[in-house]
């Protein structure tokens, strides 16, 4: 079936060019030339989260905030509350990780915060222990608490 296709996608696109006719030939039943198990690249990288989220253990996207856009794959949390999320990079933690998040809270409300949505969402499983860490500093004169949940199902 998928042959078929393939090959009337190649006769369709050809039947609209002022070149000359392209004839390809599929012989399913003659193996093609060895591919290295090795063989990877950036083109892996990108075909379903073949390796961000799904090869090595990371489950948050855009950790560090390097994104061209600096809050992609995070959201705003505001549960009857006010404030503001940002990326910034004055007097960060670790030159390496210049970036950071910044919760601007004008009115906590019921809470505040941000949520990063992970790689198609961040897989949990009942009974499995995670490890989270974080390292956080509060503004001058900032007396609430510092909460990590999981989204309510």
């Known amino acids: 079936m998928k042959r078929l296709s393939l090959l ?4 369709a696109a050809s039947a609209f060019s002022a070149e000359p006719v392209v004839r390809l030939t599929i012989d399913a039943a003659r ?4 591919v290295s ?17 799904g090869l090595y253990a990371e489950q948050i996207q855009n950790r560090s905030f390097e994104h ?3 809050l992609y794959a995070w959201g705003q949390v ?3 509350s006010d404030g503001t999320v940002t990326v910034a990079s ?5 030159p390496a990780n210049p970036h950071y998040l ?3 809270i004008r009115a906590p409300g019921k809470g505040f915060g941000a949520a990063n949505y992970g790689f198609g969402g961040i897989l949990v499983k009942q009974g ?7 390292h956080a500093r509060a503004g001058e004169g900032y007396k609430g608490t510092l909460l990590a949940r999981k989204r309510p199902s």
């Open 8 to 11: 009337a996608l190649v006769f």
């Open 128 to 134: 499995e222990n995670y490890l989270f860490s974080v």
């Open 68 to 70: 061209e856009e600096n």
């Open 31 to 34: 193996p093609g030339p060895a």
């Open 90 to 94: 004055s007097d960060p933690l670790n």
């Open 78 to 80: 505001s549960r009857g």
């Open 102 to 104: 910044r919760l601007n």
């Open 37 to 53: 198990p090795m063989m990877h690249g950036v083109f892996f990288e990108d075909i379903n989260y073949g390796a961000d989220g």
